[in-house]
Protein backbone atom coordinates (compact mmCIF):
# COMPACT_ATOMS: atom_id res chain seq x y z
CA UNK A 1 0.00 0.00 0.00
CA UNK A 2 1.30 3.28 -0.91
CA UNK A 3 2.26 5.94 2.18
CA UNK A 4 0.80 8.88 2.31
CA UNK A 5 3.18 11.93 1.88
CA UNK A 6 3.90 13.76 5.27
CA UNK A 7 1.54 17.48 5.12
CA UNK A 8 -0.94 15.44 2.52
CA UNK A 9 -4.24 15.59 3.15
CA UNK A 10 -6.63 12.88 2.93
CA UNK A 11 -8.93 12.70 -0.27
CA UNK A 12 -12.72 13.66 0.16
CA UNK A 13 -15.12 11.52 -2.01
CA UNK A 14 -14.90 12.26 -5.34
CA UNK A 15 -16.94 15.21 -6.81
CA UNK A 16 -18.16 12.78 -9.37
CA UNK A 17 -19.70 10.47 -6.79
CA UNK A 18 -20.79 13.55 -5.01
CA UNK A 19 -22.58 14.26 -7.81
CA UNK A 20 -24.46 11.07 -8.55
CA UNK A 21 -25.88 11.36 -5.29
CA UNK A 22 -27.08 14.82 -5.75
CA UNK A 23 -30.79 14.74 -7.41
CA UNK A 24 -31.78 16.65 -9.91
CA UNK A 25 -33.76 19.83 -9.45
CA UNK A 26 -37.27 19.28 -10.67
CA UNK A 27 -39.04 21.33 -13.29
CA UNK A 28 -42.78 22.41 -11.68
CA UNK A 29 -45.28 23.72 -14.34
CA UNK A 30 -48.69 25.10 -12.84
CA UNK A 31 -51.93 24.86 -14.86
CA UNK A 32 -54.01 27.21 -13.82
CA UNK A 33 -53.32 30.80 -11.96
CA UNK A 34 -56.13 31.07 -9.75
CA UNK A 35 -56.20 31.10 -5.80
CA UNK A 36 -54.21 28.31 -5.91
CA UNK A 37 -51.75 28.24 -8.49
CA UNK A 38 -50.89 31.68 -7.63
CA UNK A 39 -49.81 30.89 -4.10
CA UNK A 40 -47.66 27.57 -5.13
CA UNK A 41 -45.81 30.04 -7.21
CA UNK A 42 -45.06 32.54 -5.08
CA UNK A 43 -43.79 29.41 -2.43
CA UNK A 44 -41.79 27.97 -5.57
CA UNK A 45 -40.52 31.63 -5.97
CA UNK A 46 -39.07 32.22 -2.66
CA UNK A 47 -36.97 28.91 -3.07
CA UNK A 48 -37.58 25.33 -2.40
CA UNK A 49 -34.58 23.47 -2.81
CA UNK A 50 -34.75 20.82 -5.52
CA UNK A 51 -37.68 22.45 -7.45
CA UNK A 52 -37.86 25.03 -10.24
CA UNK A 53 -41.20 27.21 -11.16
CA UNK A 54 -40.42 26.90 -14.99
CA UNK A 55 -44.29 27.56 -16.71
CA UNK A 56 -47.53 28.26 -15.68
CA UNK A 57 -50.94 28.45 -18.09
CA UNK A 58 -54.35 29.38 -17.18
CA UNK A 59 -57.35 30.38 -19.45
CA UNK A 60 -56.55 33.98 -19.48
CA UNK A 61 -52.78 33.88 -20.44
CA UNK A 62 -52.89 38.44 -20.29
CA UNK A 63 -53.44 37.81 -16.95
CA UNK A 64 -51.60 35.16 -16.10
CA UNK A 65 -48.19 36.88 -17.40
CA UNK A 66 -49.56 39.94 -15.40
CA UNK A 67 -49.39 37.80 -12.35
CA UNK A 68 -46.49 36.24 -13.43
CA UNK A 69 -44.30 39.31 -14.22
CA UNK A 70 -43.70 39.71 -10.16
CA UNK A 71 -41.91 36.45 -9.77
CA UNK A 72 -38.07 36.32 -9.79
CA UNK A 73 -38.04 32.99 -11.93
CA UNK A 74 -39.57 34.36 -14.57
CA UNK A 75 -41.62 31.38 -15.57
CA UNK A 76 -42.75 31.38 -18.78
CA UNK A 77 -46.34 31.68 -19.54
CA UNK A 78 -47.93 28.85 -22.50
CA UNK A 79 -51.33 27.92 -23.59
CA UNK A 80 -52.21 24.76 -21.79
CA UNK A 81 -51.73 22.24 -24.57
CA UNK A 82 -47.86 22.76 -24.49
CA UNK A 83 -47.50 22.73 -20.60
CA UNK A 84 -46.68 19.16 -20.32
CA UNK A 85 -43.73 19.22 -22.44
CA UNK A 86 -41.94 21.53 -20.74
CA UNK A 87 -41.69 19.79 -16.90
CA UNK A 88 -41.39 16.59 -14.67
CA UNK A 89 -43.87 17.75 -12.64
CA UNK A 90 -47.25 19.16 -13.74
CA UNK A 91 -49.38 20.98 -10.63
CA UNK A 92 -53.48 21.13 -12.26
CA UNK A 93 -55.43 23.84 -10.16
CA UNK A 94 -58.19 23.96 -12.86
CA UNK A 95 -61.92 23.63 -13.48
CA UNK A 96 -63.17 20.52 -13.40
CA UNK A 97 -64.65 20.81 -17.18
CA UNK A 98 -60.44 21.34 -17.85
CA UNK A 99 -59.09 18.60 -15.86
CA UNK A 100 -58.88 16.06 -18.79
CA UNK A 101 -57.20 18.69 -20.92
CA UNK A 102 -53.87 18.42 -18.97
CA UNK A 103 -53.83 15.48 -17.12
CA UNK A 104 -54.07 12.94 -20.04
CA UNK A 105 -51.37 14.79 -21.89
CA UNK A 106 -49.23 14.91 -18.65
CA UNK A 107 -49.19 11.38 -17.89
CA UNK A 108 -48.94 9.95 -21.28
CA UNK A 109 -45.45 11.79 -21.25
CA UNK A 110 -44.48 10.09 -18.14
CA UNK A 111 -45.25 13.35 -15.87
CA UNK A 112 -45.77 13.44 -12.14
CA UNK A 113 -49.34 14.84 -11.81
CA UNK A 114 -50.43 16.68 -8.81
CA UNK A 115 -54.09 17.07 -8.52
CA UNK A 116 -56.60 19.60 -6.86
CA UNK A 117 -59.24 18.56 -8.32
CA UNK A 118 -59.56 15.04 -7.26
CA UNK A 119 -63.24 14.75 -8.04
CA UNK A 120 -62.50 14.57 -11.46
CA UNK A 121 -60.48 11.36 -11.14
CA UNK A 122 -63.87 9.31 -10.14
CA UNK A 123 -64.91 10.37 -13.52
CA UNK A 124 -61.64 9.34 -15.34
CA UNK A 125 -60.68 6.03 -14.11
CA UNK A 126 -58.47 5.04 -16.88
CA UNK A 127 -56.03 7.93 -15.24
CA UNK A 128 -54.55 5.28 -13.18
CA UNK A 129 -53.87 2.54 -16.19
CA UNK A 130 -52.47 5.87 -18.29
CA UNK A 131 -49.55 6.55 -15.44
CA UNK A 132 -48.92 3.24 -15.40
CA UNK A 133 -48.33 2.83 -18.80
CA UNK A 134 -46.43 5.58 -19.69
CA UNK A 135 -44.96 5.61 -16.53
CA UNK A 136 -46.21 8.51 -15.08
CA UNK A 137 -48.08 9.39 -11.52
CA UNK A 138 -50.79 11.14 -9.69
CA UNK A 139 -50.13 12.71 -6.10
CA UNK A 140 -53.41 13.49 -4.38
CA UNK A 141 -52.25 15.88 -1.81
CA UNK A 142 -53.89 16.28 1.59
CA UNK A 143 -55.33 19.59 0.79
CA UNK A 144 -58.13 20.90 3.18
CA UNK A 145 -58.59 17.71 4.56
CA UNK A 146 -56.85 16.08 7.77
CA UNK A 147 -56.19 12.28 8.86
CA UNK A 148 -55.74 10.98 5.16
CA UNK A 149 -52.65 9.15 6.77
CA UNK A 150 -54.86 7.49 9.08
CA UNK A 151 -57.47 6.67 6.53
CA UNK A 152 -54.97 4.98 4.57
CA UNK A 153 -53.30 3.25 7.25
CA UNK A 154 -56.71 1.72 8.41
CA UNK A 155 -57.81 0.45 4.72
CA UNK A 156 -54.83 -1.89 5.15
CA UNK A 157 -57.28 -3.67 7.13
CA UNK A 158 -60.83 -3.38 7.31
CA UNK A 159 -62.87 -0.16 6.91
CA UNK A 160 -66.49 -0.72 7.82
CA UNK A 161 -67.85 2.99 7.57
CA UNK A 162 -66.87 6.45 6.18
CA UNK A 163 -68.72 9.97 6.82
CA UNK A 164 -67.96 12.81 6.50
CA UNK A 165 -69.80 16.53 6.93
CA UNK A 166 -69.10 18.99 5.44
CA UNK A 167 -70.42 22.61 6.64
CA UNK A 168 -69.96 26.12 4.41
CA UNK A 169 -70.63 29.56 4.31
CA UNK A 170 -73.68 29.72 2.41
CA UNK A 171 -71.45 32.03 -0.24
CA UNK A 172 -69.29 29.20 -0.87
CA UNK A 173 -71.99 27.14 -2.12
CA UNK A 174 -74.13 29.07 -4.29
CA UNK A 175 -74.14 28.27 -7.91
CA UNK A 176 -73.51 24.42 -7.27
CA UNK A 177 -75.10 22.18 -9.55
CA UNK A 178 -76.66 20.20 -7.37
CA UNK A 179 -78.64 23.48 -6.05
CA UNK A 180 -79.35 24.23 -9.26
CA UNK A 181 -80.69 21.74 -10.08
CA UNK A 182 -82.78 21.17 -7.45
CA UNK A 183 -83.97 24.51 -6.71
CA UNK A 184 -82.19 24.71 -3.22
CA UNK A 185 -81.73 28.37 -2.25
CA UNK A 186 -79.07 29.15 0.72
CA UNK A 187 -78.74 33.03 0.26
CA UNK A 188 -80.23 34.71 3.29
CA UNK A 189 -81.01 31.35 5.34
CA UNK A 190 -81.15 32.31 8.99
CA UNK A 191 -80.00 28.42 10.72
CA UNK A 192 -78.18 25.33 9.05
CA UNK A 193 -79.60 23.55 6.21
CA UNK A 194 -78.73 20.23 5.32
CA UNK A 195 -78.34 20.30 0.75
CA UNK A 196 -77.10 17.01 0.35
CA UNK A 197 -76.95 13.34 1.90
CA UNK A 198 -75.50 10.65 -0.18
CA UNK A 199 -72.12 9.16 -1.67
CA UNK A 200 -69.30 10.89 -2.20
CA UNK A 201 -69.81 9.74 -5.98
CA UNK A 202 -72.55 11.68 -6.25
CA UNK A 203 -71.39 14.76 -3.71
CA UNK A 204 -68.59 15.20 -6.30
CA UNK A 205 -71.32 15.72 -9.43
CA UNK A 206 -73.29 17.98 -7.54
CA UNK A 207 -70.86 19.90 -6.01
CA UNK A 208 -67.66 19.88 -8.09
CA UNK A 209 -65.74 22.88 -7.08
CA UNK A 210 -66.55 22.31 -3.45
CA UNK A 211 -66.57 18.95 -1.85
CA UNK A 212 -62.96 17.65 -3.78
CA UNK A 213 -62.06 16.43 -0.41
CA UNK A 214 -64.87 14.00 -0.47
CA UNK A 215 -62.92 12.17 -3.36
CA UNK A 216 -60.00 12.40 -1.28
CA UNK A 217 -61.37 10.47 1.33
CA UNK A 218 -63.16 8.09 -0.52
CA UNK A 219 -60.13 7.27 -2.51
CA UNK A 220 -58.09 6.86 0.38
CA UNK A 221 -60.73 4.47 2.41
CA UNK A 222 -63.38 2.71 0.81
CA UNK A 223 -64.31 4.43 -2.36
CA UNK A 224 -66.77 6.55 -3.87
CA UNK A 225 -69.83 4.69 -3.50
CA UNK A 226 -69.74 3.44 -0.02
CA UNK A 227 -68.22 6.84 1.36
CA UNK A 228 -71.02 8.94 3.20
CA UNK A 229 -71.23 12.56 2.89
CA UNK A 230 -73.48 15.27 4.14
CA UNK A 231 -73.36 18.77 2.73
CA UNK A 232 -74.75 22.17 5.18
CA UNK A 233 -75.00 25.74 4.24
CA UNK A 234 -74.49 27.50 7.49
CA UNK A 235 -75.19 31.04 7.88
CA UNK A 236 -73.12 31.08 11.73
CA UNK A 237 -69.86 29.70 10.50
CA UNK A 238 -67.02 31.74 8.86
CA UNK A 239 -64.58 28.92 7.98
CA UNK A 240 -65.06 25.82 5.62
CA UNK A 241 -65.15 22.55 8.20
CA UNK A 242 -65.30 19.02 7.67
CA UNK A 243 -65.97 16.43 10.09
CA UNK A 244 -64.96 12.94 9.86
CA UNK A 245 -65.42 9.12 11.37
CA UNK A 246 -63.91 6.25 10.68
CA UNK A 247 -65.03 2.72 12.10
CA UNK A 248 -62.36 0.13 10.98
CA UNK A 249 -61.47 -3.16 13.08
CA UNK A 250 -57.75 -1.28 13.34
CA UNK A 251 -59.53 2.06 15.09
CA UNK A 252 -62.29 4.12 15.66
CA UNK A 253 -61.40 7.93 15.37
CA UNK A 254 -63.13 11.10 14.42
CA UNK A 255 -61.10 14.20 12.99
CA UNK A 256 -62.50 17.72 12.21
CA UNK A 257 -60.90 21.02 10.44
CA UNK A 258 -62.18 24.43 10.08
CA UNK A 259 -60.19 26.28 7.11
CA UNK A 260 -60.22 29.89 6.24
CA UNK A 261 -61.42 30.44 2.89
CA UNK A 262 -59.37 32.10 0.06
CA UNK A 263 -59.89 35.75 -0.37
CA UNK A 264 -59.69 35.02 -3.99
CA UNK A 265 -61.74 31.87 -4.19
CA UNK A 266 -64.30 31.41 -1.05
CA UNK A 267 -64.55 28.16 -1.97
CA UNK A 268 -61.35 26.92 -1.73
CA UNK A 269 -59.76 26.94 1.63
CA UNK A 270 -56.19 28.10 2.30
CA UNK A 271 -54.49 25.20 3.70
CA UNK A 272 -55.14 23.48 0.24
CA UNK A 273 -52.53 25.55 -1.67
CA UNK A 274 -49.80 24.90 1.46
CA UNK A 275 -51.03 21.66 1.33
CA UNK A 276 -49.91 21.07 -2.25
CA UNK A 277 -46.67 22.83 -1.39
CA UNK A 278 -46.28 20.71 1.33
CA UNK A 279 -46.39 17.28 -1.16
CA UNK A 280 -44.14 19.00 -3.69
CA UNK A 281 -41.64 19.40 -0.79
CA UNK A 282 -41.78 15.38 0.20
CA UNK A 283 -41.22 14.44 -3.28
CA UNK A 284 -37.86 16.10 -2.93
CA UNK A 285 -36.91 15.62 0.66
CA UNK A 286 -34.51 12.86 2.23
CA UNK A 287 -36.55 12.53 5.18
CA UNK A 288 -40.70 12.20 4.57
CA UNK A 289 -43.20 12.53 7.55
CA UNK A 290 -45.99 10.64 7.35
CA UNK A 291 -47.73 7.52 5.14
Known amino acids: MAKRKPGAALKPRSRARAR ?7 RIAIAGFGAIGKVVALKLDEGIPGL ?4 VSARDLARARAAASTLKTNPAVV ?3 KLPALADIVVECLPAAAFAAIAEPALKLGRTLVVITVGALLNHPHLT ?3 LR ?6 VPTGALIGLDAVRAAAEGEIRSVRMISRKPPKGLAGAPHLVQNGIRVEGIAAPLKVFEGSARDAVLGFPANVNVAAALSLAGIGPDRTVIEVWADPGIDRNTHSIEVEADSARFSMTIAN ?6 PR ?4 TALSVVAALRKLVSPLRIGT
Open 79 to 81: PLE
Open 260 to 265: VPSEEN
Open 129 to 131: ELA
Open 134 to 139: HGGRIV
Open 52 to 55: RLVA
Open 20 to 26: RKAAPVL
Open 268 to 271: TGKI
